[in-house]
């Protein structure tokens, strides 16, 4: 709480920062080479862009193709 700060002021601060937050949500469906050690538990992390963070993968789907042994993953935003 900020002394002083009108409610409807603080409210307005609030949503502002909200807004912002979730403006910065990010999914990414990547394929890459297979690797069996990676756990839906662990994360993904984007780095090298303005979105840099870690991700929680929400799907790994691995599988054998033409092109050799590939995983799909499906990450996105903590809390999304």
Known sequence: RTPGLEQDH????AQNKANELASHRV???VRLVGDP??????GLQLIGTAFAQT???HRIYHSI???GYIMDITAKTAGD
């Open 10 to 13: 603080a409210d307005d601060l």
């Open 27 to 29: 999914q990414v469906d």
């Open 37 to 42: 050690l990676i756990d839906i538990g662990q």
């Open 55 to 57: 991700l929680e993968m």
């Open 65 to 67: 193709d033409p092109s």
